[in-house]
Every structure is written in structure tokens, then in C-alpha cells.
């Protein structure tokens, strides 16, 4: 049984066009989160979401448009994609937003905007 | 201010070596807490440990073992007799309090080391 799974694992598309990536977690936790990796493998969160309401935003463009429908998805949109959209996207969850909570992945879905 | 700290941005050993990658961490809270994760090459991120800053008992896991010392600000990671299989990437991160309203926490992650292991 996948813990967190994403959708898809690879996306490849145009400048200025419009892609979503969809994340689940069956793993009942409260607290699920968007990281972004460039290429020189540095992570950063991007969004944290608790129960369906948003927590942490890191000053991410407004392209970027996360969505919790319930929480066990958090879906993250992006408009007018451009070139150094071009990363890895990872999705995790964790039990809740306390500090002590590991922090479980998805495998990452890797994005090229061409 | 990075808060998280690698300086070694890739070792590489002979299997069988042991190999220690350096964390040195930055924060103001009293309470915080640290971890280490692996990425091999297939990409996904595997937990490795977990810490909290009142525990500076060093721990041991098999060929794994971490070193907590609040003093210097440091939480390395030592790999003994490494294996081909060991050869990933090692992040270090901090979670600490964030400024969100729900005083939220925050995993900030360093940069990572790249560890290569052959034969």
C-alpha cells in the first residue's frame, strides 16, 4: 500500500500552459505539505496545509494554486508555467503540525517546462 | 541565514570506509527538532532518525549511527562500513516553530550530501 502517492510521476509541457499535480495520503495524517527540489537538489516547502485550511505559504507566485478537498488531497495547479518552473514536486503528510512529526514523501513528480 | 548547514557537498569512499556528513544547525527556540533523510538514486526521500533538542543521547541503528551535541550546533550522521547501496543523498533538516498562526512547524532542509560509494 502506497502511503502518499502523486500523479503523475513525470509532466512535460509548453511555456504558458496549465498543469496540475494531484497527491493522496492513506495514512489518516491531518498535515500535508508541497515541496519544490531544482536542480541542484535543494527542498523547499512551498505550502503546508492542516485539515483542509492552508498553514504555510512561502512567498510561492500566485501561479501556484494549492487545493485540499478533503485531507487527505492536497492538489497543487500552476498557471503560465515558465522555464524555472522546471523541478522535482514532492508531497508529504505528517500526523499533525507539531515540530516532532516525520515527515512521510511521495515519490515526486518531475516537471519540465520546455 | 541558512539555518541548516552541509559543508560537504559530496564524499566519496570505498566501500567498506566509514564516512561521517556534517549538519551544523541555526535556530532561536528552545525547542526544536532535527532529522536526517536519505534520497537514493530512484529519488524518493526516506526517513532516516528524528531528534528533539532536550535528547542529546547519540543513537545507533545498525551501521548508522548520530551524534547530537547542542554546544556546537551539530547533528552528524556516520555511516559505518559503507555499502554500494548506501550511495544517495543525505539531507539534514530543522524543524522548528513557524510564523504561521497556528504556530505552525517548519521543516527547513540543508542543501544535502552526496555520498558515493565504490567498490
Known amino acids: 500500500d502506497t502511503a502518499v502517492s502523486q500523479t503523475p510521476k513525470y509532466l512535460v509541457t509548453q511555456m504558458g500552459n496549465d498543469k496540475s499535480i494531484k497527491c493522496e495520503q492513506n495514512l489518516g495524517h491531518d498535515t500535508m505539505y508541497w515541496y519544490k527540489q531544482d536542480s541542484k537538489k535543494f527542498l523547499k516547502i512551498m505550502f503546508s496545509?492542516?485539515?483542509?485550511?492552508?498553514?504555510i505559504n512561502e512567498t510561492v507566485p500566485n501561479r501556484f494554486s494549492p487545493k485540499s478537498p478533503d485531507k487527505a488531497h492536497l492538489n497543487l495547479h500552476i498557471n503560465s508555467l515558465e522555464l524555472g518552473d522546471s523541478a522535482v514536486y514532492f508531497c508529504?503528510?505528517?500526523?499533525?503540525?507539531?515540530?516532532?512529526?516525520?515527515?512521510?514523501f511521495g515519490p515526486g513528480t518531475r516537471l519540465t517546462v520546455l | 541565514a541558512q539555518k541548516v548547514t552541509q559543508a560537504q557537498t559530496e564524499i566519496s569512499v570505498v566501500e567498506k570506509e566509514d564516512v561521517t556528513l556534517d549538519c551544523v544547525y541555526e535556530?532561536?527556540?528552545?525547542?526544536?527538532?532535527l532529522f536526517w533523510y536519505k534520497q537514493p538514486p530512484s529519488g524518493e526521500l526516506v526517513f532516516l532518525i528524528r531528534?528533539?533538542?532536550?535528547?542529546?543521547q547519540n543513537e545507533i541503528s545498525g551501521r548508522y549511527s548520530w551524534n547530537f551535541q547542542k554546544s556546537t550546533s551539530s547533528f552528524n550522521f556516520t555511516i559505518t562500513a559503507s555499502q554500494v547501496v548506501d550511495s544517495a543523498v543525505y539531507f539534514c533538516a530543522l524543524s522548528e516553530k513557524g510564523e504561521g498562526g497556528l504556530g505552525a512547524s517548519k521543516l527547513t532542509f540543508g542543501t544535502g550530501t552526496r555520498l558515493q560509494v565504490t567498490l
Open positions: 531528534r528533539n533538542s532536550f535528547d542529546e
Open positions: 535556530t532561536r527556540d528552545t525547542t526544536y527538532y
Open positions: 496545509y492542516n485539515n483542509k485550511e492552508l498553514i
Open positions: 508529504a503528510s505528517s500526523q499533525d503540525l507539531r515540530g516532532h512529526n516525520e515527515q512521510f
